[in-house]
Every structure is written in C-alpha cells, then in structure tokens.
C-alpha cells in the first residue's frame, strides 16, 4: 500500500511555487541549487524534446505541468498544448509567466479526468509526475490518458526509477518492472522503456563546478549523454522514458 499523502504532496508544491515561481519550483527547490538548476532545466527539457519528435500540426497533452517550463517550449514547435495539472498555484503561474500567445491554454484538474473529447490529442508526456502520485490514482491516470489520446498517438512517461521500490509522504521511486506492471493493467503498449538521465552524473558534477555560463550546456550536456550507461552500479536512480501506445 503507498504511503503517499495527496495533501503533504499539494502543500510541498504550493510551497515550492510560492517560493520561486519559475522553474526552479519543479526542478530542486532546496536553498541553494537555483546554479544546478539551470542545468536541470536545460538537460531535461532537450531530453523531452527530442523523444517527443514533435510536429508543426500536433495537439500536445503536457500532464502535470507544473508552472508550464516546459508548455511554452513544446508549443513553439507544435500546434497546441493544453497543460493541466493539480496544483492550482502552479498553473496560476503557468498562466502569468510561461504561456504563447494562444498556443498554451493551462487547466486545473480537480478530478481524474482531463476536459477533452476522446482521441484528441497526439501525443502525452508526463515529467516526474507519476512518482508523485499513489498506484491507484495512477492506473486511473493511465486509463485517462489512453482515452484522451489519438488511436495513432503516443504517451511519454518520464519518471524516476530505481532498482528496487522506495517510498516516502511525498514521492515514489518505483522500479521499471512497476511500472510495466501499471502500463499493462492500463490495457496499454509498452513501445520502448530507456533512461534518459541519472543522478549522480559526471555532466551535472562538472557544470557545479563552472561558472553559469550557458554557452557550456550542450558540452556539459553531451558529456552526460556519453556516460549515461556506464558503471551502472553507482547510479543513485535514473530518469527512465516509457513510450506507451494503445
């Protein structure tokens, strides 16, 4: 049975929005990490970027966006993306600070279901967000995004793994075969399940280590892409990608 806690979960996020309403606010929020973070904000979303594949005439569905980081920058390169996410805070900012023009439209969900017919959208992503929330909400999740989502489309989950499941009030490492587990009693496809980031990294060691200059990124990033499969072992977690279809 998951310990998570709906409410210690809201609260930590509410917070954490408060607190810095940009994207360190869904990155680490810990005093002191604003420097990692505007790594973290670059690896991740590149990752992102380049699984989604996205095209000019897509309708993306970014599920549990948060304050939007990554919305604005999926919808300069589709047609539209609808964000929606629990936290109200959250997409209070998303709305100020990280919209385009009429290519971003923000959604509070107050239920799980997201307000869309069915077989709307092209594609889905989540980024860190299923971690946070409980195995029964999450199979609701999944059977709701299956519904939402194009007979031809694709779902992209982007979660935090390890090993071995581990649990505390406020997030969840479960293991790759968890989640396959959840992804199959959804009645979905596993297309391909692959990590795309790990913690500790040699990329991320180095860039704290420089000065905040982002001409640096794509080198540090492509250090941490040449060593993201080796030695394993010393891996505290991964960020794996799940790429689901119906």
């Known amino acids: 049975m998951s310990e998570l806690d ?14 810095h309403p940009n994207e360190n606010a869904v990155l680490d929020v810990t005093e ?18 380049q699984n989604l594949q996205l095209k000019s005439n897509e309708i993306i569905l ?18 539209e ?8 805070v959250m997409i209070t900012i998303a709305k100020e600070k990280f919209s385009l023009n009429n290519k971003v439209r923000y959604q509070t969900l107050t239920k799980i279901t997201v307000e869309s017919k069915d077989d709307y959208f092209d594609k889905a992503f989540s980024h ?19 519904r939402v989502i194009k007979s031809n489309g694709k779902i992209f989950l ?7 499941s581990a649990e505390s009030a406020k997030h969840m490492f479960r293991s790759p075969k968890h989640y396959l587990s959840l992804i199959e009693k959804a009645e979905l496809k596993t297309i391909s399940a692959f990590p795309v980031m790990r913690v500790p990294a040699r990329g991320m060691s180095l860039w704290n280590k420089l000065p905040a200059w982002k001409f640096l990124l794509p080198i540090v990033s492509f ?15 991964y960020t794996y990608c799940f790429v689901l279809s119906k």
């Open 62 to 79: 970014d599920f549990g966006c948060g304050v939007g980081r990554v919305s604005k920058l999926i919808a300069e390169k589709s047609f």
């Open 158 to 164: 982007f979660e935090q793994i390890k090993n071995e």
């Open 32 to 49: 002191g990490q604003e420097h990692s973070n505007i790594y973290r904000n670059y690896f991740t979303a590149n990752y992102i970027l």
């Open 223 to 237: 250090i941490d892409n040449l060593t993201l499969n080796r030695k394993p072992e010393l891996a505290g977690y």
């Open 6 to 19: 709906k409410d210690q979960v809201n609260d930590f996020f509410s917070k954490a929005a408060i607190l």
């Open 128 to 146: 860190w967000v299923f971690q946070h929330i409980n195995d029964e909400d999450s199979l609701q999740w999944l059977f709701e995004l299956k």
């Open 81 to 88: 993306v609808v964000g929606v996410d629990t936290n109200s």
